[in-house]
Protein backbone atom coordinates (compact mmCIF):
# COMPACT_ATOMS: atom_id res chain seq x y z
CA UNK A 1 0.00 0.00 0.00
CA UNK A 2 1.42 3.67 -0.88
CA UNK A 3 0.06 7.17 -0.56
CA UNK A 4 1.30 10.44 -1.30
CA UNK A 5 1.63 14.13 -0.14
CA UNK A 6 2.20 16.08 -3.01
CA UNK A 7 2.44 19.42 -1.23
CA UNK A 8 4.55 18.26 1.55
CA UNK A 9 6.98 15.95 -0.73
CA UNK A 10 5.79 12.94 1.34
CA UNK A 11 5.67 8.94 0.80
CA UNK A 12 3.95 6.32 3.12
CA UNK A 13 4.05 2.90 2.46
CA UNK A 14 3.31 -0.89 4.24
CA UNK A 15 4.28 -3.58 4.00
CA UNK A 16 3.09 -7.19 6.52
CA UNK A 17 5.11 -5.56 9.30
CA UNK A 18 6.13 -2.21 9.25
CA UNK A 19 4.78 1.50 7.91
CA UNK A 20 7.44 3.72 6.49
CA UNK A 21 7.20 7.22 5.77
CA UNK A 22 10.19 9.51 4.15
CA UNK A 23 10.04 12.39 1.32
CA UNK A 24 9.55 11.67 -2.32
CA UNK A 25 12.90 13.71 -3.30
CA UNK A 26 14.78 11.05 -1.13
CA UNK A 27 12.86 8.16 -3.29
CA UNK A 28 14.02 9.89 -6.43
CA UNK A 29 17.42 10.27 -5.45
CA UNK A 30 17.43 6.40 -4.74
CA UNK A 31 16.28 5.47 -8.39
CA UNK A 32 18.88 7.56 -9.74
CA UNK A 33 21.59 6.59 -7.78
CA UNK A 34 24.10 3.31 -8.72
CA UNK A 35 22.77 0.22 -7.33
CA UNK A 36 25.53 -2.38 -6.56
CA UNK A 37 25.92 -5.88 -7.82
CA UNK A 38 22.45 -7.21 -9.53
CA UNK A 39 20.37 -5.12 -7.04
CA UNK A 40 18.35 -2.36 -8.83
CA UNK A 41 17.58 0.24 -6.40
CA UNK A 42 20.50 0.87 -3.91
CA UNK A 43 19.92 0.93 -0.81
CA UNK A 44 17.54 3.24 1.11
CA UNK A 45 16.28 4.42 4.24
CA UNK A 46 13.66 5.81 5.26
CA UNK A 47 12.94 8.74 7.61
CA UNK A 48 10.22 6.95 9.64
CA UNK A 49 9.58 3.27 10.26
CA UNK A 50 6.88 2.19 12.48
CA UNK A 51 6.74 -1.63 13.48
CA UNK A 52 3.24 -2.85 13.25
CA UNK A 53 3.39 -6.49 14.63
CA UNK A 54 0.97 -8.31 14.44
CA UNK A 55 -1.03 -6.03 13.09
CA UNK A 56 -1.16 -5.56 9.02
CA UNK A 57 -2.81 -2.91 7.64
CA UNK A 58 -5.59 -2.56 5.26
CA UNK A 59 -5.39 0.95 4.52
CA UNK A 60 -3.06 3.93 3.94
CA UNK A 61 -3.88 7.19 3.57
CA UNK A 62 -2.90 11.08 3.37
CA UNK A 63 -5.66 13.49 3.87
CA UNK A 64 -6.73 15.97 0.74
CA UNK A 65 -4.31 18.76 2.00
CA UNK A 66 -1.33 15.79 2.90
CA UNK A 67 -1.21 17.80 7.16
CA UNK A 68 -2.66 14.06 7.99
CA UNK A 69 -1.35 10.43 7.50
CA UNK A 70 -4.29 7.88 8.11
CA UNK A 71 -4.01 4.23 8.51
CA UNK A 72 -6.51 1.01 9.50
CA UNK A 73 -5.87 -2.39 10.66
CA UNK A 74 -6.78 -5.56 8.51
CA UNK A 75 -8.78 -7.37 11.19
CA UNK A 76 -10.06 -4.82 13.83
CA UNK A 77 -10.37 -1.63 12.26
CA UNK A 78 -10.22 1.64 13.74
CA UNK A 79 -8.49 4.40 12.38
CA UNK A 80 -4.88 5.82 13.65
CA UNK A 81 -3.98 9.79 12.48
CA UNK A 82 -0.85 10.82 12.66
CA UNK A 83 0.22 14.40 11.74
CA UNK A 84 2.50 14.81 8.87
CA UNK A 85 4.93 17.16 10.62
CA UNK A 86 4.88 15.06 13.85
CA UNK A 87 5.65 12.25 11.96
CA UNK A 88 8.77 13.51 10.16
CA UNK A 89 10.23 15.14 13.55
CA UNK A 90 10.24 11.36 14.95
CA UNK A 91 6.64 11.11 16.52
CA UNK A 92 5.45 7.66 16.08
CA UNK A 93 2.13 7.82 18.10
CA UNK A 94 -1.10 8.93 16.79
CA UNK A 95 -1.98 11.75 17.45
CA UNK A 96 -5.62 10.73 16.82
CA UNK A 97 -7.11 7.52 17.33
CA UNK A 98 -10.74 6.82 16.21
CA UNK A 99 -12.86 3.64 16.74
CA UNK A 100 -14.99 1.76 14.56
CA UNK A 101 -16.43 -0.85 16.94
CA UNK A 102 -13.68 -3.83 16.55
CA UNK A 103 -15.27 -3.83 12.75
CA UNK A 104 -12.49 -3.28 9.74
CA UNK A 105 -12.69 -0.61 7.32
CA UNK A 106 -13.64 -1.41 3.93
CA UNK A 107 -13.41 1.76 2.49
CA UNK A 108 -11.11 4.93 2.88
CA UNK A 109 -11.78 7.81 0.79
CA UNK A 110 -10.02 11.52 1.54
CA UNK A 111 -12.66 14.50 0.68
CA UNK A 112 -11.20 16.91 -2.04
CA UNK A 113 -13.19 19.92 -1.45
CA UNK A 114 -10.75 22.97 0.04
CA UNK A 115 -12.71 23.20 3.00
CA UNK A 116 -12.75 19.61 4.10
CA UNK A 117 -9.68 18.77 3.58
CA UNK A 118 -9.35 17.29 7.20
CA UNK A 119 -12.25 14.75 6.23
CA UNK A 120 -13.03 11.40 4.93
CA UNK A 121 -15.64 9.12 4.09
CA UNK A 122 -15.40 5.75 5.66
CA UNK A 123 -17.64 2.37 5.14
CA UNK A 124 -17.14 -0.32 7.22
CA UNK A 125 -17.21 -3.76 6.36
CA UNK A 126 -20.78 -4.22 8.23
CA UNK A 127 -22.50 -1.32 5.33
CA UNK A 128 -22.06 1.65 7.72
CA UNK A 129 -21.00 4.92 6.40
CA UNK A 130 -19.02 7.97 8.47
CA UNK A 131 -17.89 11.07 7.85
CA UNK A 132 -14.41 11.29 9.91
CA UNK A 133 -13.10 14.56 11.00
CA UNK A 134 -9.39 13.22 11.00
CA UNK A 135 -8.20 16.54 13.01
CA UNK A 136 -10.95 16.49 15.45
CA UNK A 137 -10.98 12.58 16.15
CA UNK A 138 -15.02 12.63 15.43
CA UNK A 139 -16.96 10.85 13.70
CA UNK A 140 -20.88 11.38 11.80
CA UNK A 141 -22.74 7.92 10.77
CA UNK A 142 -25.22 8.47 8.07
CA UNK A 143 -28.85 6.50 8.32
CA UNK A 144 -28.10 3.98 5.71
CA UNK A 145 -27.40 0.56 5.55
CA UNK A 146 -25.64 -1.82 3.44
CA UNK A 147 -23.11 0.27 1.56
CA UNK A 148 -20.64 -0.91 -0.31
CA UNK A 149 -18.46 2.30 -1.92
CA UNK A 150 -18.64 5.76 -1.63
CA UNK A 151 -17.18 8.06 -4.25
CA UNK A 152 -16.56 12.47 -3.38
CA UNK A 153 -18.11 15.34 -6.11
CA UNK A 154 -15.12 17.45 -7.47
CA UNK A 155 -15.75 19.99 -4.80
CA UNK A 156 -15.84 17.99 -2.13
CA UNK A 157 -19.97 19.60 -1.57
CA UNK A 158 -21.59 16.01 -1.63
CA UNK A 159 -20.55 12.21 -2.19
CA UNK A 160 -22.56 8.57 -3.81
CA UNK A 161 -22.61 6.00 -1.58
CA UNK A 162 -23.18 2.47 -3.73
CA UNK A 163 -25.57 0.39 -1.83
CA UNK A 164 -25.52 -3.59 -2.10
CA UNK A 165 -29.36 -3.59 -3.76
CA UNK A 166 -27.50 -2.34 -6.58
CA UNK A 167 -28.76 1.46 -6.30
CA UNK A 168 -26.84 4.36 -5.26
CA UNK A 169 -27.74 7.26 -2.42
CA UNK A 170 -26.49 11.07 -2.75
CA UNK A 171 -25.69 13.06 0.23
CA UNK A 172 -24.48 16.57 0.81
CA UNK A 173 -21.87 16.67 3.30
CA UNK A 174 -23.87 18.19 6.00
CA UNK A 175 -25.87 15.09 5.63
CA UNK A 176 -29.15 15.94 3.61
CA UNK A 177 -30.34 13.23 1.34
CA UNK A 178 -30.41 14.21 -1.97
CA UNK A 179 -31.68 11.23 -3.95
CA UNK A 180 -31.26 7.71 -4.92
CA UNK A 181 -30.04 6.62 -8.57
CA UNK A 182 -32.04 3.22 -9.30
CA UNK A 183 -30.39 0.00 -10.17
CA UNK A 184 -29.68 0.22 -13.92
CA UNK A 185 -32.94 -1.55 -16.06
CA UNK A 186 -32.40 -5.35 -16.46
CA UNK A 187 -30.31 -5.79 -13.02
CA UNK A 188 -31.92 -7.52 -9.86
CA UNK A 189 -31.24 -6.67 -6.53
CA UNK A 190 -29.11 -9.60 -5.94
CA UNK A 191 -25.87 -7.38 -8.29
CA UNK A 192 -24.53 -5.03 -5.42
CA UNK A 193 -21.99 -1.61 -6.42
CA UNK A 194 -18.42 -2.53 -5.71
CA UNK A 195 -17.16 1.34 -7.16
CA UNK A 196 -18.36 4.58 -8.11
CA UNK A 197 -16.59 7.47 -10.43
CA UNK A 198 -18.01 11.40 -10.50
Known sequence: MLSVASKQGLL???GPDVLVVTTTEK????????????????????????????????????SADGDFLVISAEGQGG??????NGLMRGNQKPEQEIPTDGIAV???????GADYTHCMAIVLDSGKLC???????????FPVDGVTCVVWSTKGRAFAAGLRDGTVAIYKFEGNHLGNI????????NWEGTSLSI
Open 182 to 189: PRPPGVDD
Open 27 to 62: VRKAFQGNAAGRDVVPDFTPDVSIPLGNSPLRHVVF
Open 106 to 112: RTLVPCP
Open 12 to 14: AAA
Open 131 to 141: LVDVAQGQSRP
Open 79 to 84: LAVFGA
